[in-house]
């Protein structure tokens, strides 16, 4: 059975900075492509980024691009969500996915899904 789950998120001000982890079991996850996406209340839910197998490939949408960084651990099974410069509008509940190929850009190019963790940004 296969289990992501994320931790790290919270409250934090404007400016600051989180990291959010995602343990991943169940699954070979070295052979996995891992993503990051998110959910504001009422919204869509929408690409961050994500990292391939060897973590030498990572992808960003327009709007975290030079203030989010992905990174994995294969030994420890767990991918992180560097996040730095928070915006208000970075508020959302923040989901870890796993995929076997690519992913993509869509939520429906992924396979699993963790449970999710609330990052709220004050201003």
């Known amino acids: 059975q296969v289990q992501l789950v994320e931790s790290g998120g919270g409250l934090v001000q404007a400016g600051g900075s989180l990291r959010l982890s995602c343990a991943a079991s169940?699954?070979?996850?070295?052979?996995?492509?891992m993503g990051w996406f998110r959910q504001a209340p009422g919204k869509e839910r929408d690409f961050v980024g994500s990292i391939y197998w060897s973590g030498s490939t990572t992808y960003y949408a327009d709007s975290v691009k030079g203030r989010f960084t992905i990174s994995r651990d294969n030994a420890k099974r767990t991918v992180y969500l560097q996040m730095n410069s928070l915006k208000p509008e970075d508020t959302a509940v923040y989901y870890c996915?796993?995929?076997?190929?690519?992913?993509?850009?869509?939520?429906?190019?992924?396979?699993?899904w963790g449970q999710g963790t609330q990052v709220t940004v004050s201003s």
């Open positions: 996915a796993a995929d076997p190929a690519v992913g993509g850009l869509s939520r429906r190019g992924w396979n699993y």
């Open positions: 169940g699954l070979t996850f070295s052979s996995y492509t």
